[in-house]
């Protein structure tokens, strides 16, 4: 059992973050300072549980396909550094603390939707098929089952929610008339471009990527805006990864994310109403066990535990 025990609220000196469900925010001027913590959310709640070392798997998946995105497709992103004794902060930083699981990043204007591609059907995309045959208003053909792969992926977006709300997923068509056609079309088009790069890398670690979120900002001045991908990439919270072995179509898959969280709060009794149980040693050992399992599996290297 992990011994480390799981960072749940991050500090810098003299500077008041936003504190999202995993992320806490610091504005240092130029640049934002992102800090992943342990915390760990489910059914729009965060957790009172924390998974150790969950923040250091978020940030080093995000760093690792950074880094393979700009080489490989040329795509831009906010990523300054993710070395601590690089970083500007102030006098006083437990930099030892930050370690790992934080990232100097470039400010930009986000974007205010969640670009979402799908390869496979599952999650909100499954639910809405058995509806209407349909998927943000992409028609697709009938008789699909559960965890089938899509003819060809597909880009649907989603309104970015506050938080405690769900993001709710949009046509395509409303986000066009919201941001207009060319930032529309080129936010689909990168969206797609790098779920088929980072599904067939995932493909030759042994897994298969079902669907994934990305966010993006704009920098530069009015113009001659251009595009950055922002937040995190292709990490366990924000994609759904199965393992190629054994997949079987027609039935849910097994996950490398918070699955076995989930799946923990649906058989208890809790209401999701009220504030969310503690959770069991058990589950936070094979939550932690599945989060690294990903990392280790989509880097081709060992992942070192903070203790």
Request: glycine fraction near 8%; charged fraction near 25%; include cysteine.
């Amino acid at each position: 059992m992990p011994t480390a025990t799981p960072l749940l609220a991050s500090h810098v000196p003299g500077i008041e973050p936003f504190r999202g469900k995993v992320r806490d925010v610091y504005d240092l001027g130029e640049h934002l300072l992102l800090v992943a913590t342990d915390r760990i959310s489910a059914f729009d709640w965060v957790l009172p549980t924390g998974v150790p070392d969950k923040g250091r798997v978020l940030t080093g998946l995000s760093v690792f396909w950074f880094g393979l995105i700009a080489e490989h497709l040329g795509i831009e992103h906010h990523l300054v550094t993710d070395d601590v004794a690089a970083m500007p902060l102030p006098t006083g930083t437990d930099r030892a603390a930050l370690a790992g699981r934080s990232m100097l990043c470039l400010k930009g204007r986000v974007v205010p939707y969640e670009c979402v591609a799908r390869g496979y059907l599952a999650g909100s995309g499954w639910n809405e098929y058995q509806a209407s045959r349909s998927v943000c208003g992409e028609p697709l053909p009938t008789g699909l089952v559960a965890s089938q792969q899509l003819p060809q992926p597909i880009f649907t977006p989603a309104t970015k929610a506050e938080q405690g709300d769900h993001d709710e997923n949009v046509s395509y068509e409303r986000m066009r008339r919201d941001i207009g056609d060319a930032l529309a079309g080129e936010l689909r088009e990168q969206t797609l471009r790098l779920y088929g790069f980072a599904a067939d890398h995932a493909l030759k670690q042994g897994l298969l990527l079902a669907d994934t979120k990305f966010e993006f900002a704009q920098v530069g001045a009015a113009g001659s805006e251009r595009l950055i991908l922002i937040d995190e990439a292709l990490t366990p919270d924000s994609s759904r990864y199965w393992p190629a072995e054994g997949y079987q179509p027609g039935q849910a898959q097994p996950s490398f994310d918070k699955q076995y969280v989930r799946d923990w709060l649906l058989a208890s009794d809790w209401d999701r109403a009220s504030p969310p149980p503690a959770l069991p040693a058990e589950v936070v050992l094979r939550t932690r066990e599945k989060y690294i399992e990903a990392f280790e599996r989509l880097t081709g290297r060992g992942f070192t535990p903070a203790f």
